[in-house]
C-alpha cells in the first residue's frame, strides 16, 4: 500500500488542527484591531529613537568641547587680486584682540548690549528651540541667513565658526549652547561675547570697537557711545555713518531704540535717555590703515560690500582666507587715476573738486577700472558710485527710446529756443537760449539741443515713461532697487517720469551710465555690471563664480543708429576733444542743473567697441555750483579731456576697431508733422540782356533752354551741422574707416528716404 495515498486520505488529527489555525489567522483584523497593532509598534520604534537620540545626544554632548574664547580664531588672511588673478589688489584681515575682564567693561556698555540684542537675558536659560527651528529650516532651504535669538546662541556661533548652513551644523550649534548654559555663568557668557563679537571695521572684541570708532579704551566710554556701538551689532556694515546720509539716519534709529530699551528696562535713567536720544555721539575720524590709501581702499570697500551682498559673512570676509578674483585690471585702474591727474585744473585739489570715472567691458559688464575721487584715507566717499545729476548724457537713452517707437534720424523736431510747453509750465532752453529751427535727430544730438529733444519726448505716446523704461533695460537702474535689483548701485535717485527726463535731473552712478553706453557698444545687448569674477576658500572649493547674463536691451539697428548719432557728437559735434583718441568713438557731453539753477555736474561718456568709460565732475556735496567756479563748465571741456587721457592709457596696444555705421531703421512714426522735407529748389537765375550787336546785320538769338526742375539734394549728411532752417549743409570733418554703406534696415510701413 502506497503511504502517500493513505496520508491524502486520512489526514491526521494534527494536521486538521494547523489547518484550523490557518483558517482562523485569515480572519481580517478590524479597525480597532489594526489601530491598537500599530499603535504598540508605534511606541516601540519611538522608544527605540528616543534611546538611540539620548545616545547620540550623550555622545556628542562629551565629544563637543566648548572652545578657547580666547584663541585665535579663522585669522587666515582673505586675499583681493587684480582680474588676472595674480596682482594683489588688497586684503581684509581679522583684527588683533584685546580680551579684558568683565568688571573692566563699563556697566552701560554692558546694558546697552542686552537692551539691543536680548532683553531676557539675565532670566532666560539661553536657548530658544523655536528660533533654532526656524533658523534651521529657513537656512536648509536656501532662504536668507537666519541668525541666533539669543546673547548665548548667538556666543556659541561666534565660537563654533563655521559657514554651513546644515542640520548637523545647528545640532551641534544647539549642544554647544546647552553646554555653555550648564558650564558658564551669565556673566561668564556677556564676558565672552562682548570680547569676540564683530563691531565692524575690522574690530573684534569691545575694546578693539572702542579704539576703531571712538580712539579711546572700552572703560571709557559712555552712554551715547555704548548705545551706539550696541546699535552697530544689528548691522556693521551697514550702519557705518562713514556710508552717508541714510546709514547715519538708520543708525540714528536704532540707537534710539537701544536707548528706549535701556529706559524700559531701568538701565539707563530717563533724564540722560532724553538727552542722549537727540543726537549720535561723535564719530572721530580714525587714521585708517595704509593698506587702504588712495583708490585702494574704495576698491575694497566695494568688494566687501558685494561679498556681504553675495552671502559671505563678516566672519568669512575678515579671516576666512578666502581668495576673491575681481574684474579691475591695473592698467585701467592705473588709466583713471593718471588720466584724472594730468587734466585736473590748476588749483582745483580733490577735497573741493571730484571726479569719478568708471571703465565697463561692452558685452560682459565688467568694471575694468575706476577712480572714486579723494585718497580713501581722507574721504570714504565714492564719486564713481555715488554719481551725480545725468544731464544730457541721458539723452541717448531717450534717442533709443524714439527709434524704437516708429521715429528716425532723420525726422525733424523743433529746435527753437525757448520751448513753451503746451500746457503751460515753465519753458525749456537749449545752451545759451540758441534757436537752431527745425532739425534732425542726428543734429540734435550732435549740439545737444535741448528743446529739440523735448519736442521729441512730447511726440512719443507716454514718452517720460517710454524713455525709462528704455533706460532700464539698457542698464540704468530705476529709482528704487528693482525687484531682482541690479547696477552699481541699484537704484537712480530722482528718476522720475517727468517731460524733461531726458535732459537728466536724475542722479547716475558714473559705473552705471558706462554701463548704459556699453549696451550700445555692443549694439544693444545690455549685461549687468559686476565686480567679482571668483571666489574660493580656504579648502580650494569655489563658493562663487560669476556666469555673464546678457538681454537683448534694444535691436541691432536702433543701437547703430544711436551710435551713429554719438559718433558725430566726437567728428563735428560738442564733444570733439575726443578726437585726441585717434581712433573710431563714440560719446556724449552733457552737464545739469541744480533746483537753484547752477550748474551741478559737468559729464563725458563715451566709447569704443572694446571699453566705455563715463568721466564726471562735481564740486563739494555733489551738487553745488561749477558756473563762474571751474575756468569751464562744459562737458566737452574737461570732462572730454579727462576721458580721452584715460582711455589713451587705457587702450594703449589694443587694436584699433570700427564702430558700425547708421542702420537708418525706418518704422511707424507716432505722430505726424516729423518727417524730413527737402528744401525748395532755388529761384532760377534771371537771363542776363544781351547787348545789341553793333552791327546793322540781324543776328540769330539761340532760343532758351527748356526749364527743368532740379533734384532733391542729398539727405543731411551725417558729419555736417544743419542749418537753422533744417537744410544740409557740408563741412569737412574727419573720417574713419568702416563708415560707408550699410543697407537700410526697415522695420514697418515708412516713405523712402531721401537719397
Not at 575681481?326 to 571726479?355: C, D, I, N, W, Y
Request: charged share 20%; aromatic share 8%; with cysteine.
Amino acid at each position: 500500500m502506497v503511504q502517500g495515498k493513505r496520508k491524502s486520505a486520512a489526514p491526521s488529527a494534527r494536521s486538521k488542527s494547523r489547518s484550523k489555525g490557518r483558517t482562523k489567522d485569515r480572519t481580517p483584523l478590524t479597525w480597532k484591531q489594526r489601530l491598537k497593532k500599530y499603535t504598540v509598534w508605534g511606541l516601540v520604534a519611538c522608544v527605540v529613537m528616543a534611546l538611540l537620540g539620548a545616545a547620540g545626544f550623550f555622545v556628542a554632548y562629551r565629544s563637543i568641547d566648548i572652545p578657547d574664547p580666547n584663541a585665535e580664531f579663522l585669522t587666515e588672511t582673505t586675499q583681493v587680486l587684480y582680474a588676472d588673478g595674480k596682482g594683489q589688489l588688497g586684503q581684509f584681515a581679522v583684527q588683533k584682540r584685546d580680551s579684558i575682564e568683565y568688571d573692566e567693561m563699563p556697566q552701560y556698555m554692558k546694558d546697552a548690549v542686552v537692551a539691543a540684542e536680548n532683553q531676557s537675558f539675565w532670566t532666560d536659560n539661553g536657548i530658544d528651540p523655536k528660533g533654532i527651528l526656524r533658523a534651521a529650516f529657513s537656512n536648509a532651504q536656501g532662504n536668507s541667513t537666519q541668525g541666533a535669538s539669543t546673547i548665548t546662541q548667538q556666543y556659541v556661533k561666534i565660537l563654533y565658526l563655521t559657514q554651513e548652513r546644515t542640520w548637523k551644523r545647528k545640532v551641534k550649534e544647539a549642544i554647544l549652547s546647552l553646554k555653555v548654559r550648564n558650564q558658564l555663568s551669565k556673566q561668564d557668557v556677556l564676558e565672552g561675547y562682548l570680547n569676540t563679537i564683530y563691531f565692524g571695521r575690522g574690530a573684534y572684541g569691545i575694546q578693539a570697537a572702542a579704539q576703531a570708532w571712538f580712539a579711546k579704551d572700552a572703560a571709557d566710554l559712555n552712554l551715547k557711545q555704548s548705545a551706539a556701538l550696541a546699535a552697530i551689532l544689528n548691522n556693521p556694515n551697514r550702519l557705518d555713518p562713514d556710508n552717508g546720509e541714510e546709514a547715519t539716519q538708520e543708525l540714528l534709529g536704532r540707537y534710539q531704540y537701544v536707548l528706549d530699551s535701556m529706559e524700559k528696562m531701568g538701565t539707563a535713567p530717563a533724564g540722560e535717555v532724553s538727552q542722549a536720544r537727540e543726537s549720535l555721539p561723535k564719530f572721530p575720524q580714525i587714521k585708517q590703515s595704509e593698506q587702504y590709501g588712495g583708490q585702494r581702499g574704495h576698491a575694497l570697500t566695494m568688494v566687501r560690500k558685494e561679498l556681504l551682498r553675495l552671502g559671505f559673512s563678516e566672519q568669512e570676509i575678515n579671516g576666512g582666507g578666502l581668495q576673491v578674483t575681481t574684474t579691475f585690471t591695473k592698467k585701467a585702474m592705473s588709466a583713471a587715476a593718471e588720466g584724472v591727474a594730468e587734466q585736473r585744473p590748476e588749483g582745483f585739489g580733490p577735497q573741493q573738486l571730484h571726479v569719478g570715472v568708471a571703465s565697463v567691458e561692452p558685452g560682459t559688464g565688467a568694471v575694468r577700472g575706476f577712480y572714486g575721487g579723494q585718497d580713501y584715507l581722507q574721504s570714504q566717499i565714492n564719486w564713481a558710485v555715488s554719481g551725480g545729476q545725468a544731464g544730457s548724457t541721458f539723452k541717448p537713452f531717450a534717442l533709443a527710446a524714439a527709434i524704437e517707437s516708429g521715429f528716425e534720424l532723420t525726422d525733424t523736431f523743433d529746435g527753437n529756443s525757448p520751448y513753451e510747453l503746451p500746457g503751460g509750465g515753465r519753458p525749456f532752453e537749449n545752451q545759451g537760449d540758441r534757436s537752431y529751427g527745425r532739425v534732425n535727430l542726428i543734429k540734435a544730438t550732435q549740439d545737444s539741443i535741448n528743446t529739440a529733444y523735448i519736442d521729441m519726448t512730447l511726440a512719443m505716446p507716454d514718452g517720460p515713461t517710454q524713455i525709462i523704461e528704455t533706460a532700464n533695460t539698457m542698464g540704468i537702474p530705476p529709482e528704487q532697487p528693482a525687484a531682482k535689483p541690479y547696477g552699481i548701485p541699484t537704484s537712480s535717485p530722482g528718476l522720475q517720469a517727468n517731460t524733461g527726463v531726458s535732459l537728466g535731473s536724475q542722479t547716475v552712478s558714473p559705473i552705471n551710465m558706462a554701463n548704459g553706453y556699453a549696451t550700445i557698444a555692443n549694439r544693444g545687448v545690455a549685461a549687468d555690471p559686476y565686480i567679482i569674477e571668483k571666489v574660493v576658500d580656504r579648502e580650494g572649493v569655489v563658493r562663487y563664480t560669476h556666469k555673464v547674463a546678457t538681454h537683448e536691451a534694444i535691436r541691432e539697428g536702433v543701437a547703430d543708429d544711436v551710435g551713429w548719432a554719438l559718433q558725430q557728437v566726437v567728428r563735428a559735434g560738442s564733444g570733439t576733444a575726443a578726437l585726441g583718441l585717434d581712433r573710431p568713438a563714440a560719446g556724449k557731453t552733457g552737464t545739469a542743473t541744480n533746483g537753484l539753477g547752477e550748474v551741478s555736474s559737468a559729464w563725458f561718456v563715451g566709447y569704443t567697441p572694446q571699453l566705455a568709460t563715463a568721466v564726471m565732475y562735481v564740486r563739494g556735496k555733489g551738487n553745488e555750483q561749477l558756473k563762474d567756479w571751474l575756468p569751464s563748465y562744459f562737458g566737452g571741456d574737461y570732462p572730454a579731456e579727462t576721458w580721452t587721457a584715460v582711455m589713451l592709457r587705457a587702450l594703449e596696444g589694443e587694436e584699433v576697431e570700427d564702430l558700425p555705421p547708421a542702420a537708418y531703421v525706418e518704422g511707424d512714426a507716432p505722430s505726424d508733422g516729423h518727417e524730413y522735407v527737402p528744401p525748395p529748389p532755388p529761384p532760377p537765375k534771371k537771363p542776363q540782356k544781351t547787348k545789341e550787336p553793333k552791327s546793322d546785320k540781324p543776328t540769330e538769338v539761340p532760343p532758351p533752354p527748356p526749364t527743368t526742375e532740379l533734384p532733391p539734394p542729398p539727405p543731411p549728411t551725417t558729419d555736417a551741422p544743419t542749418q537753422p532752417t533744417g537744410q544740409p549743409t557740408q563741412t569737412n570733418s574727419p573720417v574713419f574707416p568702416g563708415q560707408g554703406g550699410k543697407p537700410r534696415v526697415r522695420h514697418g510701413r515708412r516713405r523712402p528716404a531721401p537719397r
